[in-house]
């Protein structure tokens, strides 16, 4: 009976490109896996001095500009409704391209700018209760007072962001949208970080596995956090790429003092690719690893096989010798023929244990 | 007998440059495969309020502008009537090295600017109705109102664009022949990625079967898949440094609000590229599974062999022991001779069981 | 009997850098393998409306500018007369370094832009008859009015050029030496496409052998054409950087026509590059396939081992056991003992093959 | 029974970035290993004539400038006391950004320059007195007459630096906090250069275990070294672009003259790049020597099973065919049957023999 | 007993940077193996009417400039007595950072531009007479009409520098220290190159010997030539860099015409690195082949085993069936019972080779 693997390969999540073909670009196409939720919108909006919370169900303040220097954090959760997010978007004057992007759950990192807005896609990457990594699709949209945030659910990531705005003598009720934007990019990156340290601990466990106790699903599970760690890169590897840009950007909408606070987050971004490079070289030498480990037990196996051959093989022919019939045999008569004969196999067992053990075979 | 194998590798498909030799640059040589098919043209123009497509027989019009802001799209379908698109070319002012390189279908992906018109190559990769992947030859040709786009076949590939002009409301009605040429390198572009998809499951379907049922044929099909991917990482990835180059040109024949739309192709290029470099190591470590799997496979193999050899060769040996034929072996006539030997043999199966058990063999 | 190789290993051409040591740079020493073969000197002079071929014997006309807006072109073959090259050297106003890259045939391509020469080494590529690839060292110097051709022996891949110039319509007439040195060029590059052909219909030919019926000289074959491919990119790949130097360089000696001509070159060492990429993977993939293979066969032997050996060694056991010559063994003298022990083995064999059928060994 | 491996793998010594998740950035937050250890500042201030050490308790002087070009080395030893690191900080003048990179022990190497401060990350690599490698984070403030060192414990490493002041003609009396940061500096390269001896060394020891007693753990010996060097990569590399930026900064803190001894380290670096370069495929290399290894005493172990069971199989037939119990057998009864079988199975024997040795095998 | 390998691995020559820990920048610490042995100055000096070579004892002739436009060539053999490099170093006006590297003989190349001298650090690498490749440190610097060398022992590198002094006519003696500066530059390439042809040719050894007669030792000479020229790249190939800087240095100290020149050294360092890539790619094949060797050979120690074990088994079981003892076995009685058996036995042994003959496994 063929064993059954216990380990199951998860089905490929292929991109549905397909839907795109032959639509105009600009064309709002969902292109995610949670179709038919709905779209929900959170406003957060402070000052130096107050701070509050509320769920507009129009979306018509976005025309206006947030009164007196305020900052507003505006959060869009659920991004299967190509006609809401339409509708928010063009009452932020957002263009068709934007919001293409921001329901292409599928887009690349990317980061424009244009003359009265930025606009980053990002993919958020952390670790939910059960310490699984998730992967999630966010698009920030930075103008001068506001910083639009469309996800496709409620992550937890941007969760130590809002704490800090509640706490009045945070840094971060002190400055504008700009340093708002920084922040939650900053949290995202932390998060980065959270994930590699899982697969670096991952890479340790598969370690210990390859060298105590490896079986045939081994490489599967190499492979898979092979899979995952090229995934991470593509999705986490542009960013530094956009972090730079960022900071090297001349847009009014960053003040010099956010500059210096990105400098930390590209430092994150240097150090995420380096880890990335080492994890990468690392899974690939645990198949190595692995591979050696195969031949070395399939060599402890030819070991075992040619001791018993090689010893009891020339023992059972000499044992045939003398089970043959034929009519003149002496030895057969001798007085200690038989006596004899297992001298000589003792002498020939001792022999070849001999031979097997100067070869370091036992 | 020798098992033939299932699987058949396809021929060579070589070009055959060996054509050009000793030619002089500039001499329209058509490299395809496609002799004797006739060269097609249909002709589509259109402004804001009209349109009309026809079949032209006679070519003259070409030397002509558009009348009236007019756009023109002009298909030549067939590329080895080598007289006819001599024709074509010299009444579209197209010089002889562009016409070289419209016929020449090995062409690599190029993009040349001229005073008057933008030439480049491209290669359309599509599926099929059968979901296989073709790969065509396309030459564009973008003049101040006209684009002229030469191909082999008509492919489907630019059916969505076509239907998108029908649509009078649609944007490309409303914008010029550089807008038509845009959407028709984005309709290519969008190919790639749905083409990028079949690999990626074509990718997971072999991780399945290497895992579940792999056979000697699994590791050429791992090796055409390779090659799939290569051929398509030939055509397809000089493409984004030509968009590249498109979009920092400034060729009077490419508008502003043109180059906008040019940066959401640029984005898709390097997805593609990403894409292409993940597909490429996953195709290599999946060899590495095949390989681990092999040798897995290899030591159960020996496993068995090992176990029944080291069992029985023993065994064997004690039951030959007895079978000589001395004239003294006081076994022989003790009174439960034999079935003390069965003894032996059960400790010596049993002990020889344990043994395997330990080492984890069995 | 050790098994003779049919295949051999060709033997390392080394090249012969000791002879330059201690010398003086400019020292003028030949390098090749030809010694001993004169110089033969052809001069073709033409200008649009005549043509004419000679063999002159005195090199003194190099020293005056061709007449009238003629073009010469003047072939010098056989390279091992120093003195002879050193003579049409210094006629030809050629300094020592330029004459000491002549003669040296291991010189790797270079370009050398001089105030009133142009001076390059190429490699040619091509196959002879036999269709074996031929590498030939060449170094070309472009005066004014003169392309002066050194080459070891006069190859065919010329040939085409000339063809042009005798037809007196050809566009080499109405142009100058300049575009002469571009055609030529441009069959060099023509012929490197070719070349490259053959390497890719032998890979062909390789992976099907590797497929259908490989042998321990397979990977010997796959090793050479590796090496070849190497040797090829090694003398082929620098080609690009040259031909990109020369459409940017600023020397009066090409002019500005000639340079939209070099493009086309450009274009194609381009693709050259790309396909040695191409070929040196799947040279290194061939390998893998080979060893999967190997993997694959040894796995069937092993097989046959395991079932042989696995089914009749508990059955001779069996045997053994009422082969022994007990005095009191009561199966002896069973009614059906006899039987009963074939059918034992009977089901014994059968449960074994039921055991590797399921195995999937069968 | 499972043999217990003797090799044991370090567990993962996993960063603990979780801590500083939703924490606004410049928050001080240690993440190294060593907490409950209190703070110790040491003082050493020096000019040309006088020098004088002392262990401060109260941090105030920091806020003036030492007096008359004097030249203070401060070191603070031990960050797990974030309030003590934020006092000094303050004192000193830096700002919160650099004191979180002071107490962040995970900090990638960096270099920031401040208009009044250059602030510098770097990992101490040294061999303890056990010749163990010790990686320790350390960080360098320099301000124009002050250099501040913060390390986690006090480091052998710069004990030269100190014994130099301490020795008044030493060149470090006469120059200023310049070239004593340049100093320290220069003694960590130096370290890491002695640090890559030791992994050399290492790798030459491996490499003679490999070629002369290989066992199933030496792979694990080769990937603790392969990671040991990708550790010190990790740490090492992005020294060299900072000493480079360094020596290229304008900065006025660093006088003209200890720029050109900068080069001096710069040079070391460079060395130090190649030199792990060269390691990391030396490792890589090991890997493949390993592996061929196996095979190698697998085909050993293969051999002498085949020579046995190839020579004493047929023989024991032989033996097998002549105990048979036909009642008709006329060579039993043969004069010499038994002799003559004899004979046959030495001449088979030492066909045997023979064979093998054509082969090669014996 | 266990085979002593024939094969001796060199100790590593582990470097010792140990001895410069602590040690100020610019102290002068010799780090070769040859203590002891003094230092012994040679000075050559030459117009172009004549030439005198002495070895002074006293080096004050340093401090002042050769008389009339001679150029001296001034060789310092035996860097152990840093006293004396010390001497030299002060009196030729040499700053100890200089010195320092001059007799640290395990310096990387390195090219340094002072305001009155250039200062260079090589690698020669020459075969001696017993065709060894030796590598040593050697030191160059260029004043305005000196040319200082520094060197462990008396090398033959430079004897054909020397030979072309010594002849009056040669271009040397028309030309400055720039020039004598140049040649043993060029003289020092020159030996690359032949040294390169040395591992050429054992890389065709070493093939042949993997293709006709590899030993369990082949893998370890590979990984000794692998390490040869690793450690040859490691010397050699920075100096295309530094000629490179040299080319385009604007220091007073080259002239114009030198320049061209170096562009002919500048040549060879390319094809240098050419050759070192190539040949590395080689040595890594050539691990490939050779472990496809052993695959292969495996395989044919298999099928012997499989042949044999797999036709004598069967039989001697036949054999065994007809060797037991039941009373009642009818076989045993019939007229032509063991000639019958035989006639088993013949028809099964042909059946199984042809079996294995269709496998293509004889």
Redesign the interface.
């Known amino acids: 009976?063929?064993k059954k693997?216990k380990?199951r390969?998860p089905?490929?999540k292929?991109?549905?490109?397909?839907r795109?073909?032959?639509?105009?670009?600009?064309t709002i196409t969902y292109l995610g896996e949670r179709e038919g939720e709905g779209t929900q919108v959170e406003k957060l909006s402070y000052d130096l001095k107050t701070m509050e919370g509320e769920e507009p169900t129009n979306y018509q303040f976005l025309k206006n500009k947030p009164a007196n220097d305020r900052t507003e954090w505006i959060n869009v959760i659920g991004l299967s409704d190509e006609s809401a997010i339409s509708e928010i978007g063009s009452l932020a004057g957002l263009n068709n391209?934007v919001l293409?992007d921001i329901v292409n759950t599928?887009?690349?990192p990317?980061l424009?700018e244009y003359e009265d807005h930025i606009f980053a896609v990002f993919k958020m990457c952390y670790l939910n209760e059960a310490r699984k990594i998730v992967k999630e699709h966010v698009a920030l949209v930075l103008t001068s007072q506001r910083v639009l945030v469309f996800q496709e659910v409620e992550a937890d990531v941007f969760?130590?962001?809002r704490?800090?705005i509640e706490q009045k003598w945070?840094?971060?009720r002190q400055r504008g949208a700009d340093y708002l934007f920084f922040?939650l990019l900053?949290?995202l990156v932390?998060?980065y970080?959270?994930v590699l340290?899982l697969t670096?601990?991952r890479?340790?466990e598969l370690?210990?596995t390859v060298?105590?106790k490896p079986d045939?699903d081994t490489?599967?599970h190499i492979?898979q956090l092979?899979?995952e760690i090229?995934a991470l890169r593509?999705w986490i590897s542009p960013v530094r790429e956009l972090v730079n840009r960022l900071m090297e950007s001349d847009s009014p909408l960053i003040q010099k003092e956010t500059r210096?606070?990105l400098?930390?987050v590209l430092?994150h971004t240097?150090?995420i690719n380096?880890t990335l490079q080492?994890q990468r070289?690392?899974a690939v030498?645990l198949?190595?690893?692995?591979?050696?480990?195969?031949?070395?037990?399939?060599?402890?196996?030819?070991?075992?096989?040619?001791i018993?051959?090689?010893i009891?093989?020339?023992?059972?022919?000499i044992?045939?010798?003398?089970?043959?019939?034929?009519?003149?045999?002496p030895?057969?008569?001798w007085?200690y023929?038989?006596e004899t004969?297992w001298g000589v196999m003792v002498v020939t067992f001792i022999g070849l244990l001999i031979f097997f053990k100067?070869?370091?075979?036992l």
Chains 1, 2, 3, 4, 5 share one sequence.
Request: proline content about 4%; hydrophobic content about 40%.
């Open positions: 009976m063929v693997p380990f390969i089905n490929a292929v991109p549905r490109r397909g795109t073909l032959g639509k105009a670009p600009g391209l293409e599928q887009q690349r990317k424009d969760g130590g962001v704490g800090r945070g840094k971060i922040a900053d949290a932390d998060n970080l959270v340290e670096e601990e890479l340790y370690e210990n060298f105590q045939s490489p599967f492979q092979r899979k090229n593509r210096i606070f400098r930390d430092d240097f150090e380096d080492i070289e690392m030498s198949m190595d690893m692995y591979m050696s480990n195969v031949s070395n037990r399939m060599n402890e196996v030819m070991k075992v096989l040619t018993m051959a090689s009891f093989i020339p023992l059972t022919f044992a045939g010798i003398y089970g043959m019939n034929f009519q003149d045999m030895e057969l008569s007085e023929g038989y004969v100067r070869k370091g075979w």
